[in-house]
């Protein structure tokens, strides 16, 4: 079965960098577009970035756009976000997600089309 299985989170200093990281198994990541999704307790999911099946097409979250940067190696199965300039807004849960769709568009985010996400792993950005 599909299974994504986020790391590298922890506790950060404001203006730090931290690189995230989800290893995915059970489905065929090379053929699907992925996306990272931050959550805070008590507020709706955000999403952050998104990244087609290439790695050549990439979209990002106005709130995180130029601090962020997402990539993947789909020789290891693996998708990456790379966090810098980091503030306490970034706080959150962060979770990576598979699109529902095989095919080779950068979509936009729909959560209906992303519902599958890992454990999560925590980020919290603080002195």
């Known amino acids: 079965q599909v299974q994504l299985v986020e790391s590298g989170g922890g506790l950060v200093q404001p203006g730090g960098s931290r690189r995230l990281s989800c290893v995915a198994s059970g489905f065929a990541f090379r053929n699907y577009a992925m996306a990272w999704v931050r959550q805070v307790p008590g507020k709706e999911l955000e999403w952050v970035s998104t990244?087609?099946?290439?790695?050549?097409?990439?979209a990002f979250a106005d709130s995180v756009k130029d601090r962020f940067a997402i990539s993947r190696d789909n020789a290891k199965n693996t998708l990456y976000l790379q966090m810098n300039g980091l503030n306490s807004d970034d706080t959150a849960v962060y979770y990576c997600?598979?699109?529902?769709?095989?095919?080779?568009?950068?979509?936009?985010?729909?959560?209906?089309?992303?519902?599958?996400r890992g454990q999560g792993t925590q980020v919290t950005v603080s002195t």
């Open positions: 997600s598979k699109y529902i769709f095989n095919n080779g568009e950068l979509p936009i985010y729909r959560p209906q089309e992303f519902p599958k």
């Open positions: 990244i087609d099946r290439t790695g050549g097409l990439t």
